[in-house]
């Protein structure tokens, strides 16, 4: 029983990682590999990863507990792969070996040797410096012969650091439902929560404790390159690049509850009450207001005598999503307060399978807090930033220490301390927090400018750059007007007038603002989130837009017709930047790229886009039995115009129909 008990704790370390039973933050920061460096080594890395290290045949007894560990976990149902590094450099490097092996013969079945989920003995002298920092990287758990027993290495935890609590000076007012009570506005098509304003450009919603939306009734806001998804309770999801590669914070696609990995608070200094400028995660008393435009979301409340306003906003020339917030103060005195912005970081599609090989750090010349993830193949070189303008501030990059223990969001234990431990670094639970403590005389009024962006992507500024130019809310303010006159002057190319209300305000600008933020450049919205492209999905949007932004159709039939390979059929769907993706029979696919085309050049005139010269894919044919395939396709030598391709994908349609008992069309039938 003991054992078994032993075993848990060591498992829980698998299941959750913990800094005390991992390799030194040091080690963790030179790391460079990803996945793939394991495979050399027949181990995938697709499975949790406990490394033992032996140097000594006298302490052999660690080998058969860890050993005996496995075979519990596996008798539990937990999948792990267990590396043993052979580090005797004393000559006996075999007898140990064997002792090793025997140990492993007597409780296990040999099959599970060198198989996923099982065991993997190697010689450390056959693993070069770069290869065995990713395998002290990649450890849930690192044990060492050096270390004691396996109870005593066990213990090994990192304190967290204390900072002090904060002491009240003076005891919460009661907060009346009614203070904060907002203005009534004049709505259209309204339903009792919310409604649109008389020009359609907002959808305004009203709520209150017991008194929500059934579900959440969100905002797609974008750019071609970078996005998020807010929701009228002001919880959000942000990527780059990619809304499913690339999440710079958790997707939780829970309308129940409507969690997010990312806040914001206001705090009273002096009588330690908190809330947040939005409904959630800490709902404060009062109702709230949330207003979503084109390209922005606002959330308006007042809260013991303070009123708030925080305008979320994604740059139209820029991976950078500005949280500006703007704190009036209308109770009748002299208030210390402090807000605070929180992100949990992701860079991955899972924060469950990204977290522990993050890294962050507080840039010297910006100070603003940076996260990296080398681990990610298809992103290594990203580097996440949230930043703010205020100084003096502290932060942390500990979400267990912003948290607490068994804490939440709604209540998090950093907003019962004074300030936050200005803890950054390697194995933490990733996150960036940072808190600006500020006073406010009445009727004074202070505005703090939160960014979250992304940073190393091709073609892109220095990370360090792209935060400067963004800093300070004149530039804050010219980023939120670049985007009011981008959609005003996008939306408003087609307007009309009918009779019926409800038809104007989804056609002037809804309809069409879904279908650019949403469809074309996020690809993503509250209950998927696919980031990729797909062949029909994406042309289809494209050809609604032939009026409003005819470059993004004519951008879109080149960029598809690049993935239609030389048999005639295409990628039904498709991951940037790679082009991963999946090869199928639909046989619609690739007809609407002759459609789309025919649209384009209707409405346009536009006929040299017809003679663009586009590439092939290359890779291997479907079966006739195949259905489809996921694959990386590679890129064919052959080059043909964009009416080449076209005609390549009429011909592969009429030969499908025609092996459905028509006649087929024959080559001398079809002219050019």
């Not at 949790?48 to 290290?53: G, Y």
């Not at 599970?112 to 002290?136: H, K």
């Not at 100070?367 to 990610?376: C, D, E, F, I, K």
Request: glycine residues 10%; aromatic residues 10%.
């Amino acid at each position: 029983a003991a054992d078994a008990q032993l075993y848990a704790r060591l498992a829980g370390a698998i299941l959750y990682s913990q800094a005390g039973l991992r390799a030194d933050a040091e080690v963790l920061m030179r790391n460079r590999r990803g996945q793939s460096g394991l495979w050399a080594y027949a181990i995938s890395g697709d499975l949790p990863i406990v490394l033992l290290r032996i140097a000594d045949a006298a302490n052999i007894e660690l080998v058969r507990q860890v050993v005996q560990a496995h075979a519990y976990w596996r008798l539990k149902g937990l999948a792990v792969d267990l590396v043993i590094w052979n580090e005797d450099h004393a000559g006996y490097r075999q007898a140990l070996q064997d002792r090793i092996l025997g140990l492993i013969a007597v409780g296990l079945d040999t099959e599970a040797m060198e198989r996923p989920g099982g065991i993997f003995v190697r010689s450390l002298e056959q693993i070069d410096d770069e290869d065995r920092t990713l395998f002290l990287t990649v450890a849930r758990a690192t044990l060492s012969d050096s270390g004691g027993t396996l109870a005593e290495q066990l213990e090994r935890l990192v304190p967290a650091p204390r900072v002090p609590l904060l002491v009240p000076a003076r005891e919460p007012e009661e907060e009346s439902a009614e203070a904060g009570e907002p203005h009534k506005r004049d709505l259209i098509l309204a339903n009792g929560i919310g409604g649109f304003t008389p020009d359609g450009h907002e959808y305004v919603i009203t709520t209150r404790a017991g008194h929500l939306t059934p579900a959440p009734w969100v905002n797609v806001l974008a750019n071609p390159q970078f996005g998020c998804v807010v929701s009228e309770a002001g919880s959000a999801y942000t990527w780059g690049e990619n809304a499913h590669e690339l999440r710079l914070t958790p997707w939780h696609n829970d309308p129940v509850s409507d969690p997010s990995g990312e806040a914001f608070y206001l705090r009273d200094e002096e009588s330690g009450r908190y809330w947040s400028p939005s409904p959630l995660p800490c709902r404060g008393a009062t109702p709230y207001v949330s207003r979503h435009g084109f390209g922005y979301s606002v959330f308006e409340h007042t809260e013991g005598g303070i009123y708030s306003e925080l305008w979320v906003y994604v740059a139209v020339d820029a991976p950078v999503k500005l949280s500006r917030l703007v704190v009036r103060n209308e109770s009748g005195r002299p208030r210390r307060l402090s807000a605070t912005g929180y992100v949990e970081w992701v860079l991955g599609d899972l924060r469950s399978k990204t977290a522990m090989h993050l890294s962050t750090q507080v840039d010297p010349y910006t100070g603003a807090l940076y996260a990296r993830n080398p681990y990610n193949s298809e992103f290594p070189d990203r580097v996440a930033f949230f930043d703010v303008d205020d100084e003096p501030r502290t932060y942390t990059c500990d979400r267990g220490e912003f948290i607490g223990r068994n804490g939440h969001l709604g209540r998090p234990e950093a907003l019962s301390r004074t300030h936050l431990s200005g803890r950054a670094g390697a194995g933490l639970d990733p996150c960036a927090a940072l808190q600006v403590p500020f006073d406010l005389g009445e009727g004074q009024e202070r505005e703090i400018v939160f960014r979250l962006g992304l940073g190393g992507t091709p073609g892109g500024e220095d990370t360090a750059a792209l935060v400067q130019r963004l800093r300070g809310s004149d530039a804050a303010r010219r980023a939120l007007e670049a985007v009011w006159d981008y959609w005003n002057h996008t939306l408003g190319a087609v307007q009309i007038h009918t009779p019926d209300e409800s038809l104007n305000v989804l056609t002037n600008g809804w309809l069409l603002y879904q279908t650019l933020a949403c469809r074309m450049w996020g690809r993503s919205g509250y209950y998927q989130s696919g980031g990729a492209f797909g062949f029909r999905d994406q042309l289809q949007d494209a050809m609604a837009l032939v009026h409003a932004e005819p470059r993004l159709l004519r951008a879109q039939l080149l960029l598809c017709a690049g993935r239609q390979f030389p048999e005639g059929d295409v990628q039904h769907w498709w991951h940037p930047p790679s082009g991963r993706g999946v090869r199928s029979q639909c046989s619609d696919d690739y007809l609407w790229l002759a459609l789309g085309t025919c649209r384009y050049v209707r409405c346009t005139g536009d006929t040299g886009v017809l003679e663009e010269p586009v590439a092939y894919l290359a890779g291997r044919p479907l079966d006739p039995a195949d259905e489809s395939y996921y694959d990386l396709p590679g890129r064919s030598e052959d080059t043909e115009s964009l009416y080449r391709h076209c005609v390549r994908a009429i011909r592969r349609g009429l030969a499908r129909v025609g092996a459905r008992g028509l006649p087929l069309m024959g080559s001398g039938d079809w002219n050019d």
